[in-house]
T-cell receptor
């Protein structure tokens, strides 16, 4: 089964600084990959997804992620953090190739410092 | 609002009691999923339905758990004889799957937070 590892359970950045949240996947074939955001006491909202094609994926709220097969990574970035970005972020991969049921990483809580 | 709706949002129950949660998916979506999320963890897959058929159950879904989707629309998740370890956020998601199911986005509800005391 495919899995993802999120490095860093907590990340703090200053408002206006670069946001970098790390995700590595374990798969022998390029998987589909997803980033979800969860605000306190809320469900999950899809930020962006990689399926096939362009390796740089742009999502909502100014976030983007780059699929790097050589590094088995799918890190999430945003050039300039905003206070409203404070939330928990989850990387996810289908449990089996071509299967839409998801396996999530353990999450990274992003704190924005004013 | 045509998103995924879950009720109740919060439930506090005494150990040993039964609880039932409801999920109303996006109306045209044929697949419905249940996930459980404990504190500090990512969501874990529990089970899913294709229309009214329950196609897969995770090993996390013990005999005390049962899920139904009787008419292929809303779904219920029941936990019998609740235990403190059942305390978690229960998330429902739905998607519209055609063909192989690839490139499918799952839309999540806001979840039901269960506290067993």
């Amino acid at each position: 089964a495919q899995s993802v590892t999120q490095l860093g359970s907590h990340v703090s950045v200053s408002e206006g600084a670069l946001v970098l949240l790390r995700c590595n996947y374990s798969s022998s074939v390029p998987p589909y990959l997803f980033w979800y955001v969860q605000y306190p006491n809320q469900g999950l909202q899809l930020l962006l997804k990689y399926t096939t094609g362009a390796t740089l994926v742009k999502g909502i709220n100014g976030f983007e992620a780059e699929f790097k097969k050589s590094e088995t990574s799918f890190h999430l970035t945003k050039p300039s953090a905003h206070m409203s970005d404070a939330a928990e972020y989850f990387c996810a991969v289908p449990r089996q190739f071509g299967n839409e049921k998801l396996t999530f990483g353990t999450g990274t809580r992003l704190t924005i410092i004013p | 609002d045509t998103g995924v709706s879950q009720n109740p949002r919060h439930k506090i129950t005494k150990r040993g009691q039964n609880v039932t949660f409801r999920c109303d998916p996006i109306s045209e979506h044929n697949r419905l999923y249940w996930y459980r999320q404990t504190l500090g963890q990512g969501p874990e897959f529990l089970t899913y339905f294709q229309n009214e058929a329950q196609l897969e159950k995770s090993r996390l879904l013990s005999d005390r758990f049962s899920a139904e989707r009787p008419k292929g629309s809303f779904s219920t998740l029941e936990i019998q004889r609740t235990e403190q370890g059942d305390s978690a956020m229960y998330l429902c998601a739905s998607s519209l799957v055609r063909g192989t199911g690839r490139n499918t986005e799952a839309f999540f509800g806001q979840g039901t937070r269960l506290t067993v005391v």
